[in-house]
Structure formats: C-alpha cells, structure tokens
C-alpha cells in the first residue's frame, strides 16, 4: 500500500457521505477494527483502526468500539458472522449508548473481498486512488506489508502443473479481513487481483 501511493491523510475539512466499520472478532488473536470514511467519489479513507489481543469482549473491546462510533459518527458495524453474540452485544451496547449506529454480520466473502480491495489500491483514470490508509493505521499497514499466499500447491492441474491456493494464509490478516467486511459490501467486487498480488504480496507467479 504504501509504495503505490495509498497511505494518506483525507484533506482538511474533508466531509463524508458516510461512515462505516469492520469488526473482526479474536481474543488469542487480536480484535481488529477498521474505520472508513466514504466519500461522494466512492472513494474509502481508512480514517483509524483497532488492534487488540487478549481483551475482553464486554470490558474492553465494546467500550474501544463505542468510542470509536462517537469520534468518527460511524453510522454502522460489519461484523465477522463468526461471532454472532458478539455482534448482538455490540449491537445492544451501541443501543444503550443512544447511538445512531446498527452492528450487522459481514458477508466473509473471501476472493471476492480482496478483488474489491485490489481494484480500489489501484491507481484510477483521474490518476488518484479509490483507497487510501492514514499513516496512523500502523497495523493495517503492516499487515498490508506482510499478506500472502501459501507459495506450497495445493494440487495437480490437467497438465501436470502445480495448482496455487485460492486463498491467503491465515496469518496477519485480522484488519486486512475488516477491511474486506467493509468495502466489499460497499463496492462490491472488481477486477481480478491476482496480478497485483503477485506483485505485491509475493505470490509466485504459476509455472
């Protein structure tokens, strides 16, 4: 992300049509949130993140979400669909708070996910970018840093050539799967992302 120009701050003043979250559930593994500002372009701002393991749901996760909801007026939640009590509870706390605000499960739609990711890093006609992380989100862009694919086959292919997983490994990627839960709903899916993974995830390239 960073070499491609995507770490920015929005301008000053800058207003958003809306504002919305992910939410990927964890303990052991950290609970990692994602906030985006959405603009009139359609384009995200990941505006702020959350990045916590081994934090109570109930204690200290939930009141770090409410917070959050407060400063950036976030209007709604995309939840992992693992975890559903933990978006009911999110859901009644945001209730309790009077908060103009819903917690909803997110669609875990894998390869779909990062094919909208993929096609709003890349640079547009206008010459800017759909997607843009403010430098703050030190663990999204770390993450962003360190995803990829296992390099190991999974099978065999017609011709005898080795067949690549589909998906990524499922290492380092709490707030890249926030950020899916996200902007998939909002944008839907694009073109493929294999080249841009390729490239900047070091995926090998097939035989």
């Not at 000053?12 to 990927?24: E, L, P």
């Not at 917070?67 to 693992?82: A, F, H, I, Q």
């Not at 009077?98 to 875990?108: I, S, T, V």
């Not at 999974?154 to 839960?181: C, F, I, W």
Request: proline share 8%; glycine share 8%.
């Amino acid at each position: 992300a960073s070499e491609g120009g995507n770490v920015a701050e929005p301008p000053q003043n800058k207003t958003f049509s809306r504002v919305i979250g992910g939410v990927d559930w964890g303990y052991t593994n950290p609970t990692a949130a994602a906030v985006f500002g959405i603009d009139g372009d359609e384009r995200a701002w990941q505006l702020d993140e959350y990045y916590q393991r081994r934090a109570p749901l109930d204690a200290v996760v939930i009141p770090a979400l409410l917070e959050l909801t407060r400063k950036y007026n976030v209007r709604v939640w995309r939840c992992g669909p693992d975890e559903p009590e933990h978006i009911r509870a999110l859901d009644h706390a945001l209730a309790e708070a009077k908060l103009p605000c819903r917690a909803f499960p997110a669609a875990n739609a894998v390869r779909p996910g990062i094919q909208t990711i993929t096609r709003l890093l890349s640079k547009r006609e206008d010459g800017t970018r759909g997607l843009s992380i403010s430098p703050r989100c030190v663990h999204t862009l770390a993450e962003y840093a360190s995803y990829q694919y296992d390099s190991a086959p999974v099978s065999t292919g017609r011709a005898g050539a080795p067949l690549l997983p589909e998906q990524p490994l499922k290492q380092n990627d709490h707030l890249m799967d926030s950020t899916r839960y996200i902007l998939y709903l909002t944008f839907g899916h694009g073109r493929s992302a294999q080249a841009w993974l390729n490239h900047h995830f070091d995926r090998p390239e097939s035989p």
